[in-house]
């Protein structure tokens, strides 16, 4: 646990705006665990002990966890709450666009950081693995807590200006979502007639795999969050109508189908964005695509054993690989990864087996390295 002084000397009382949402909890979690500070809170969903005043007054650090289309308006309640006393704290907000939020609070007297984690709350304790850009609006005597803070997060940490920041999430977000938004709207519509979901994955590629899982994730969200995305960044706009004419542009072209037609797509489509995107860029992009179409296949494989190691400790999964060469069985993959509940398991893909799947699990569980969480052998 890192313990980290403010400018006072002692450790900072986080106070948290929206500490009932998801990342205001996990947020709240994280401080507490990782960072050993005192978090204090508030929100319309049963956490109304303090008032807007109580929470500024009291909070070294105040943390804005709000919904984008509430967050100006908040960060004005907590201004006038403050009434100036907000001076020499430390401000944040986790919203998904950065130029409004943080002109927002750079109305008020405290200093002023921009922060936003480009994930969910993640089911382990820190950001590892994920990227948060840090808009650094005003900051000065809280610049060596924030930095505490940055370094305990774990996060891929990105400096940039609010407004470079929402410019990009126009594209990173905004397009991203809303292709596949418009595709989960035609595949709603046309699939049945081409035998469902079921019929369309027997015959899948890997990019309507992978398309199939970005659209899924979506649509299994809190759909507020994509429509302020969409509705919340004054940029989306300007792109949804770039979108919108290279979709009628690529429309036209198919419906006139001659020549001249397929030599604009050919250009306006291919050539012309390949060569923006140059050529190292797209051999590494291909490159990941095949190792996606690889992590797939593992995955997807009939036959495998799926082990969670309590004991995250070194020499847990040596240990349990012994028993597979004890037995003589001969591994096609390994992979690790998380469940929804956070747990960290090993899928492990099987080659022919020289004992029964039931033999292999009871050897593994016998052993008291792990627990058994998922076998099969044989097709689906």
Same mark, same amino acid.
């Given at each position: 646990?890192?313990?980290? /002084?403010?400018?006072? $000397?002692?450790? =900072? ?10 990342? %205001? *909890?996990? @947020? #709240? ?80 007297? /405290?200093?002023?950081? $921009?922060?936003? =984690? ?10 590892? %693995? *994920?990227? @948060? #850009? ?247």
């Amino acid at each position: 646990m890192r313990v980290a /002084a403010g400018p006072s $000397g002692a450790p =900072p009382v986080v106070g948290i705006v929206g500490s009932q949402g998801a990342f %205001g *909890r996990w @947020m #709240a979690r994280f401080l507490r665990e990782r960072m050993g500070v005192q978090v204090i809170g508030r929100d319309p969903n049963g956490d109304t002990a303090l008032s807007p005043r109580d929470l500024a007054l009291q909070a070294d650090v105040l943390i804005f966890s709000t919904p984008i289309r509430h967050a100006v308006a908040i960060i004005g309640e907590y201004i006038e709450a403050a009434a100036g006393d907000e001076a020499g704290k430390l401000w944040l907000d986790l919203t998904s666009i950065k130029q409004q939020p943080v002109e927002a609070m750079l109305r008020s007297r /405290a200093e002023v950081v $921009g922060l936003h =984690p480009m994930t969910a709350p993640p089911k382990i304790d820190t950001l590892r %693995g *994920r990227t @948060m #850009a840090v808009c650094r609006a005003r900051l000065d005597r809280w610049q060596p807590w924030l930095d505490a803070l940055l370094v305990a997060l774990q996060a891929d940490c990105v400096e940039i200006e609010p407004l470079a920041h929402d410019r990009a999430m126009a594209l990173v977000q905004g397009l991203v979502h809303a292709s596949h938004m418009a595709q989960a709207a035609v595949l709603r519509e046309l699939a049945p007639d081409a035998g469902g979901l079921p019929a369309l994955h027997a015959l899948r590629t890997i990019g309507h795999d992978l398309d199939l899982t970005v659209t899924g994730r979506i649509l299994s969200g809190n759909p507020a969050i994509y429509e302020d995305i969409q509705f919340g960044n004054p940029h989306v706009l300007p792109m949804l109508g770039r979108l919108s004419d290279a979709v009628a542009l690529l429309r036209a072209q198919v419906a006139d189908g001659g020549d001249d037609a397929r030599a604009v797509m050919r250009h306006e489509f291919l050539r012309a964005p390949a060569r923006w995107f140059g050529e190292d860029e797209l051999a590494a992009r291909s490159h990941g695509f095949e190792r996606m179409g690889y992590l797939q296949a593992d995955l997807q494989g009939a036959r495998f054993l799926s082990v969670y190691l309590p004991q995250d400790r070194p020499g847990s999964l040596r240990a349990l690989l012994e028993v597979f060469e004890r037995i003589g069985v001969n591994l096609e993959s390994i992979h690790s990864s998380r469940t929804p509940d956070g747990e960290l398991h090993f899928r492990i893909g099987l080659d022919a087996l020289p004992v029964p799947l039931a033999t292999l699990r009871d050897a593994v569980e016998s052993e008291g390295i792990g627990r058994v969480v998922g076998a099969r052998d044989g097709e689906r």
